[in-house]
């Protein structure tokens, strides 16, 4: 049986979507193609035995490239309001993200991540740096420094409606951090951010 070239690109256009955005050509591994939903986990630069912080799952999804690099947005499924946007060149992955929003709908906590995957297979992991602060009217509340540990462990529940263009996969993704459960740490207090040290683990 034969298979047209516009029978075939639908397919390969179905596929791209199931594995968490637009399809791209470019180096693996990469941060969607053989699953989506990964961990972060921190690790306190400050303390002297690199005391393990929170765990978070991230969301992955492309919007496209952007010179040579590929290009998307995330959301955390775990920590409430977090999002952001990355990119991908080779092996190195850059991240910004947003969470804490105010009543003006402005969020004040921040993230940035840099790091390296450093293995192909479909449990990829990736090592790097998490830095997290909140905004106040000097320099920034410090949230903290880490390392971080990134593990791929599958496939995001959410998938975004095929055929869309970057803004409405934006709006879509805000909407499902939205969904993401609020945190707490033991105290009963709000978390200061997602690799908060003292962050009530969710249950399993």
Not at 69 to 87: I, M
Not at 96 to 104: I, L, M, N, P
Not at 109 to 133: A, I, N, P
Request: proline share 5%.
């Amino acid at each position: 049986m034969q298979i047209s070239s516009r029978n075939l690109l639908s397919a390969i256009s179905v596929v791209g979507g199931l594995l968490g955005g637009s399809v791209h050509a470019g180096p693996l591994p990469d941060v969607v193609s053989t699953g989506n939903l990964w961990t972060i986990t921190f690790y306190n630069d400050s303390s002297p035995i690199h005391q393990q912080g929170g765990v978070q799952q991230l969301c992955f999804f492309t919007t496209g490239t952007v010179g040579t690099q590929l290009a998307g947005v995330w959301y955390s499924p775990t920590f409430f309001d977090w999002n952001g946007n990355w990119r991908q060149e080779g092996d190195q992955v850059f991240m910004t993200g947003d969470y804490a929003g105010d009543f003006a709908g402005n969020a004040v906590g921040h993230d940035g991540m840099q790091w390296e995957l450093v293995t192909m297979e479909k449990k990829s992991e990736g090592y790097g740096h998490w830095h997290e602060w909140r905004e106040n009217k000097l320099f920034g509340k410090v949230i903290g420094f880490g390392n971080a540990k990134f593990a791929r462990i599958g496939q995001c529940p959410f998938v975004p409606p095929g055929h869309f263009v970057a803004t409405d996969i934006e709006s879509a993704v805000l909407q499902e951090s939205l969904k993401a459960p609020r945190r707490v740490k033991a105290d009963g207090t709000e978390a200061a951010g997602p690799g908060d040290i003292d962050i009530v683990p969710l249950p399993k």
